[in-house]
């Protein structure tokens, strides 16, 4: 009876364990899915970024497509990343083309930044870029490639590193403009308010009465005369 026991409660928590498995894995998706909707600008598509982020974050190939800007396949130089590390490099090497005054980069550029290579810059001068897992890949920390990319990493990472709130920052801007707008509104409506007070008709002063006319005092009534 007591083994029967026991392997009703082993039963019970080997079926368990598949529901634990996907709370870990529904955290790490939503990781990616942070990562993929900050990078997808940057990356061109959203399936870009994916692959952007997956094959930095797992050691994997990396395809990258463009209908009009030709297509990149490279493998990462480092070896796989935490979510962290994958931001950092991602952020870096954005960073880095955007000082080159490119904001919409191509396939081959982001190959460049990345791992190394030769890129036309916005002025059409070719520019020389080490590579930003490739420096990694030589021991060098997040902190000497910034500096040696001519970044400092905190304040880069504090404007433009987090990713955790990236998805919320569009409704933020929203909302603070509208708050904007409502005050702005709210002011205008309280000066009109003050200027309408203030043009009201002054109260006319009362006019004073005039001062009561004193009445003439009678004349003294003669006495009369005695009786002999």
């Given at each position: ?195 309408e007070r203030n043009d009201r008709p002054h109260r006319v002063e009362r006019v004073e009465r005039p001062e009561k006319v004193e009445r003439a005092e ?11």
């Amino acid at each position: 009876m007591l083994n029967v026991s026991r392997a009703a409660v082993l039963a019970a928590f080997l079926l368990a364990l598949p529901l634990l498995a996907p709370a870990h894995e529904r955290d790490a998706g939503q990781a990616d899915d942070r990562l993929v909707d900050k990078f997808t600008r940057f990356a061109g598509s959203r399936s870009n970024a994916e692959s952007l982020v997956n094959g930095l974050r797992n050691d994997q190939e990396v395809k990258l497509t463009s209908s009009t800007q030709g297509s990149a396949t490279f493998t990462p130089k480092t070896d796989k990343m935490g979510f962290g590390n994958v931001n950092i490099a991602l952020t870096l090497a954005r960073a880095t083309l955007a000082e080159q005054g490119i904001k919409h980069p191509t396939p081959d550029q982001i190959e460049a930044a990345l791992n190394g290579g030769t890129i036309t810059n916005r002025a059409g001068k070719q520019v020389v870029l080490k590579g930003i897992l490739t420096q990694r890949a030589s021991g060098m920390g997040w902190g000497k490639i910034a500096q040696a990319n001519g970044f400092k990493l905190g304040e880069l990472m504090r404007h433009h590193g987090d990713f955790r709130h990236h998805r919320h920052h569009a409704e933020f801007k929203h909302h603070r403009h509208h708050h904007a707008e409502f005050r702005h509104h709210d002011r205008e409506d309280f000066h009109k308010v003050r200027f309408e007070r203030n043009d009201r008709p002054h109260r006319v002063e009362r006019v004073e009465r005039p001062e009561k006319v004193e009445r003439a005092e009678r004349p003294e009534r003669p006495e009369r005369g005695r009786r002999g």
